[in-house]
């Protein structure tokens, strides 16, 4: 069994002789963020994705950034660590049922937050991420009637930042919607200098009780400028690992999932580990592979996302 330094090696010099990139997700391990090429929120992900010369790109996140990916380097081999890496807001909106929602709001377009899958995805006539979702919105006049899925959290959130009424899709993150506003003022009254700050993927109640809201990359960028010490940080606790990184000197407290843990994971993002990244690039599997007809079609509402935020 070798150890997770020899395993770091070896990842570091096949990436170099196969010509791959490795792209991971904040919510990864520290290790594997340490390691990776680029390390990004989701946004920042789909563009590298886009862009690279790479031949392989080893996504270290879910199954829908990697997919994303292979939708937007169709001739790329995409590979995913573990294919069972999922997510629960992606699979709260099964493509069937999705349809029949469409279908029964007619003249409305279809703003679909990226974590879904590829057959939501053809559905869609833009994506967004939660660092471009307001400003996607905003692109469609104020009277376009407009469905908006599935994460009913982040649509509630951007309904109310830009005055409109979006139909939402009752859908939701575990990991996010499970922090409670209870849990928060509990750490806020023991933590009386410190920020809370929240991803929009939590509830209406904790992000009324934030001082800033924001993807990751906007929350990781917050505490690097902002003045304050202390932080309570409502999102997966993967971040901390980069927000630590940027600020030593200051300190960070997760708000935990529940009473038996003092953390807050992903535990589909965690899948992921430094044995299984070693072996994705080593056999070249698993590989993500999508028809080239969801391909064509899902790639139109991720280009025009792209577009939108340049
Ligand atoms: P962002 O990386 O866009 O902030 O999304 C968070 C998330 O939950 C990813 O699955
Ligand atoms: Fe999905 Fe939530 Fe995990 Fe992100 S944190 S991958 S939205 S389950």
């Not at 994705?49 to 996140?61: H, L």
């Not at 409109?164 to 009254?189: A, F, T, Y």
């Not at 044995?275 to 790639?299: F, G, H």
Request: hydrophobic share 40%; charged share 25%; net charge negative.
């Amino acid at each position: 069994m070798q150890t997770n330094e020899e395993l770091l090696s070896q990842i570091d010099k096949m990436r170099k002789e196969k010509n791959a990139v490795i792209l991971a997700h904040y919510y990864q391990v520290p290790e594997i963020q340490d390691i990776a090429d680029f390390v990004g929120d989701s946004l920042q992900l789909s563009q590298k994705a886009a862009e690279t010369n790479a031949d392989i790109i080893v996504f270290a996140g879910v199954h829908f950034m990697a997919e994303t990916a292979k939708i937007l380097s169709p001739d790329k081999k995409v590979l995913l660590p573990d294919l069972e890496a999922g997510c629960s807001l992606a699979d709260s909106c099964p493509p069937d049922d999705f349809k029949r929602f469409i279908e029964a709001h007619p003249g409305h377009k279809v703003v679909s937050y990226i974590n879904c899958s590829a057959a939501v995805k053809t559905m869609s006539d833009v994506i967004c991420t939660s660092s471009n979702a307001k400003m996607v919105v905003e692109s469609f006049p104020q009277d376009e009637k407009l469905i908006f899925v599935p994460d009913k959290n982040l649509g509630a959130y951007i309904n109310g930042q830009t005055g409109r009424n979006m139909v939402l899709w009752d859908g939701s993150c575990h990991v996010h919607n499970q922090l409670s506003d209870e849990k928060v003022i509990q750490l806020k009254m023991q933590n009386p200098d410190a920020k809370l700050i929240a991803h929009p993927e939590c509830r209406g109640p904790v992000l009324a009780l934030a001082e800033f809201i924001g993807s990751t990359a906007a929350l990781l960028e917050y505490t690097r400028k902002d003045s304050c010490k202390r932080y309570i940080v409502a999102t997966e606790g993967g971040i901390i690992h980069q927000m630590q990184k940027a600020s030593p000197d200051k300190e960070f407290i997760v708000v935990p999932s529940d009473e038996t843990c003092s953390c807050n994971d992903c535990p589909y993002m965690k899948m992921n580990t430094v044995q299984k990244l070693y072996l994705c690039l080593k056999n070249e599997s698993p590989e993500i592979l999508l028809d080239t007809a969801v391909i064509e079609r899902a790639k139109e509402p991720i280009i025009r996302m792209l577009e939108i935020s340049k």
